[in-house]
């Protein structure tokens, strides 16, 4: 069965630093693979997905995750962090049947 | 732009009781989805729905849960007799289909079983 992992649960970063979360996938055929975002008290949005078009996806607010088949990965990075990303980042997998299986998530903190 | 909403946002209930959640899709949707986050969880799905009926269920989805999309535009999960441990947020989606089409959330109703 498809699955993903993200290493950390919680990352903190200072403001203008590289903010890097990891997402690796488990498949045997090709997924879908999604970052979403949660704000506090919100529902989750979408911030990117790899469709297979090309590798590196760029997303919303100046996010960008890149599609590696040799590692089974999907890290999402951003080269310089706001306040306002401080957020819970999921990243998620799904095939032709649409459901979507979520990672346990990634606090990002930020700090001033 | 279009969104997803749901009501009400915040539910508490009576173990045993029961309760219906409700959901708006985007209009021009065809696939519905219902996933659970219970507290410190990672978000698990529960069941889509696609031309009126459950096209699939996870194991949460036991009997005690239904859907239904009474009138073309809301979308319900019901959860008949609730259980202490049915507390979590519910979150609804909605998605056009067709691959990699992306799924798209509501707020979320947190429900919480006392």
């Not at chain 1, 630093?17 to 690796?24: F, G, H, I, S």
């Not at chain 1, 498949?27 to 590196?56: E, H, I, M, R």
């Not at chain 1, 996806?57 to 995750?65: H, L, P, S, T």
Request: hydrophobic share 35%.
């Amino acid at each position: 069965a498809q699955s993903v992992t993200q290493l950390g649960s919680h990352v903190s970063v200072s403001e203008g630093a590289l903010v890097l979360l990891r997402c690796n996938y488990s498949s045997s055929v090709p997924p879908y693979l999604f970052w979403y975002v949660q704000y506090p008290n919100q529902g989750l949005q979408l911030l990117l997905k790899y469709t297979s078009a090309a590798t590196l996806v760029k997303g919303i607010n100046g996010f960008e995750a890149e599609f590696k088949k040799s590692e089974t990965s999907f890290h999402l990075t951003k080269p310089s962090a706001h306040m306002s990303d401080a957020a819970e980042y999921f990243c998620a997998v799904s095939f032709n049947d649409y459901k979507l299986s979520f990672g346990a998530g990634t606090t990002v903190t930020v700090r001033a | 732009e279009p969104e997803v909403t749901q009501t009400p946002s915040h539910q508490v209930t009576q173990m045993g009781q029961e309760v219906i959640l409700r959901c708006v899709p985007i209009s021009n949707h065809l696939y519905f989805y219902w996933y659970r986050q219970i507290l410190g969880q990672k978000v698990e799905f529960l069941v889509s729905f696609y031309n009126n009926e459950i096209s699939e269920k996870s194991e949460i989805f036991d009997d005690q849960f239904s859907v239904e999309r009474p009138d073309g535009s809301n979308f319900t999960l019901k959860i008949r007799s609730t259980k202490l441990e049915d507390s979590a947020m519910y979150f609804c989606a909605s998605s056009y289909g067709g691959e990699n089409t992306e799924a798209f959330f509501g707020q979320g109703t947190r429900l919480t079983v006392v």
